[in-house]
């Protein structure tokens, strides 16, 4: 099959598969780039990619070890060309952070062995830049089409770790939405692709696998497509279906899930097929949920969706705590234990280091500002020296404390990790390490980004029965 590049990247791009362009930090833009076959769309130059950072003929875009810094270009916009560049522009999200007009060296990515990252140079009237970068579960969920509210990579990786999902598991997923779960899901239980014999031998193997429900007919049709293009065909099976009426057994064969992940607007409607015996059905004694009661005797026909050799994790996603209870209740009906409520509360922190130099001159409002010029950066260096070494003391003394009254380097309150002082210690610089330099701070997210759901972890026990009993018995007797 098709490899999948969240999988197997290789070193660079290939045509019409995935990669992510990288227009700033918080801003990036999945690309199949298409090879040259002629003009396209008003463009001489093929397939182009537009952006507020420049235009990219997709030509510029293929074949470039994964890193790269690919230039803008100057492209034959023609008038159609200009109407769909103004076009895409428009559609084209602020980034949050400092728009680059220009290139910027510093971030270039270095050269190297054939597979490196290399600047990519491009005869160019317009001076901005992207990246190109490897697909991955994590930069998916930050660039892919939203059909959904989707779930974001600080709670799937807690999520996928509390269900134990790992190399070789079976996972069910619902819905799909937009596929930002069963990206992070399908690397997780990735242990290779099944071979034609394991593929004609059912639903499952030993490979990992992930079976995907979604019944939004749009969502079903548009994550189809996607799993074909990611190569992900024989990983991730996807299956048009209600869940609530319909359970998870595929042509009355049991995926054998040892883990569940269900986001959906009622998970207690799904969970009721989620047993290891028929349930029996209820009127709802709460007047309200269809939930089944206790699991009686299942008649011969009838196939459980989980592994029946293992104990199976579940957990539910919900964002309100009325969801949860009944969530709850119908987990406790049924047999499910150890159910606990989570609620992840993400906070970034932004780590740099201040430079002491841009501490000394803080206007008005206490905003600290660059140096204006090289003349008052050296002015600056020339001070944090002499401050160190204790030379030109006299000349200096006049800004051994900052405007803002703060001590200066050197001193026990400045110490950064290790103990080390930011900038320059006492007898020694950090001229060799400029990243070295300046005091190591951090800073909380303006706002902290509330809650998005609350996650209802549990764990259904694997049943013992006296023929699992015997079978231990002869592999470990007991007593002689
Ligand atoms: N976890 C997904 C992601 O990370 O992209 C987002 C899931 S989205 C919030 C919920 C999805 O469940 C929707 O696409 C909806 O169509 C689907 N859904 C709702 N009820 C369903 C049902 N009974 N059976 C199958 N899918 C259902």
């Not at 317009?126 to 490897?134: K, P, Q, Y």
């Not at 990786?157 to 799909?176: D, F, W």
């Not at 014999?197 to 007919?217: A, D, H, I, Q, W």
């Not at 600290?368 to 030379?391: S, T």
Request: proline share 7%.
């Amino acid at each position: 099959p098709k490899r999948s590049p969240f999988l197997h990247p290789g070193s660079r791009t290939t045509p019409d598969s995935l990669a992510i362009i990288l227009l700033s930090r918080d801003n990036l833009l999945p690309v199949y780039p298409k090879e040259f076959t002629g003009e396209h769309d008003g463009y001489a130059e093929g397939v182009v990619l537009n952006t507020r950072y420049g235009s990219f003929p997709h030509s510029t875009l293929l074949n470039v070890p994964w890193g790269s810094q690919v230039r803008a270009s100057a492209v034959d916009t023609g008038s159609r060309g200009r109407k769909r560049k103004r076009n895409a522009e428009s559609q084209q999200q602020t980034p949050a952070d400092t728009p680059r007009d220009t290139p910027n060296e510093d971030s270039q990515a270095g050269t190297g062995t054939d597979a490196a990252p290399k600047k990519v140079d491009i005869p160019t009237s317009s001076s901005g830049f992207v990246h190109i970068l490897a697909p991955t579960p994590e930069l998916w969920t930050m660039s892919l089409p939203h059909r959904t509210q989707v779930v974001y990579t600080p709670d799937y990786s807690y999520i996928l770790q509390r269900i134990r999902a790992r190399p070789g598991t079976k996972i069910i997923e619902a819905g799909a939405g937009s596929g930002s779960f069963t990206h992070a899901s399908v690397r997780a239980v990735y242990n290779g692709y099944p071979t034609a014999e394991e593929s004609s031998g059912g639903l499952t193997s030993k490979r990992g696998k992930v079976f995907s429900y979604e019944f939004n007919p749009d969502r079903y049709a548009a994550m189809k497509k996607e799993i074909g293009m990611h190569g992900l065909e024989g990983l991730v099976h996807l299956t048009h279906r209600d869940v609530y009426t319909e359970g998870f057994c595929i042509n009355g064969q049991s995926p054998e899930a040892e883990a569940v992940f269900l986001d959906l607007p009622a998970p207690w409607e799904a969970i009721q097929h989620l047993t290891r015996r028929k349930p029996a059905p209820t009127n709802g004694k709460d007047g309200q949920d269809k939930v089944v009661g206790s699991n009686e005797d299942s008649p011969k026909d009838w196939v459980s969706p989980l592994n029946g050799k293992q104990s199976v994790y579940i957990c539910t996603f919900s964002p309100c705590v009325e969801q949860v209870t009944r969530t709850v209740s119908a987990m406790r009906r049924l047999g499910w234990v150890n159910i606990e409520v989570v609620e992840i509360a993400n906070r970034r922190l932004y780590v740099s280091r201040e430079r002491i130099s841009l501490r000394m001159s803080p206007d008005k409002r206490g905003v600290q500002h660059a140096p204006r010029d090289v003349n008052e950066a050296l002015g600056r260096l020339r001070h944090i020296h002499d401050k160190a070494f204790g030379r030109n003391k006299r000349e200096s003394s006049s800004m051994e404390v900052d405007e803002d009254g703060d001590e200066e380097m050197g001193s026990d309150n400045n110490r950064g990790e290790n103990g080390a002082a930011g900038g320059v210690e006492s007898g020694s610089t950090y001229a060799d390490k400029p990243w070295m330099d300046g005091q190591l701070i951090t800073r909380t997210e303006g706002e902290l980004k509330s809650h998005t759901s609350y996650l209802v972890f549990a764990i259904l026990p694997r049943e013992w029965t006296e023929e699992d009993e015997a079978e231990a018995l002869k592999k470990w007797p007991v007593g002689k």
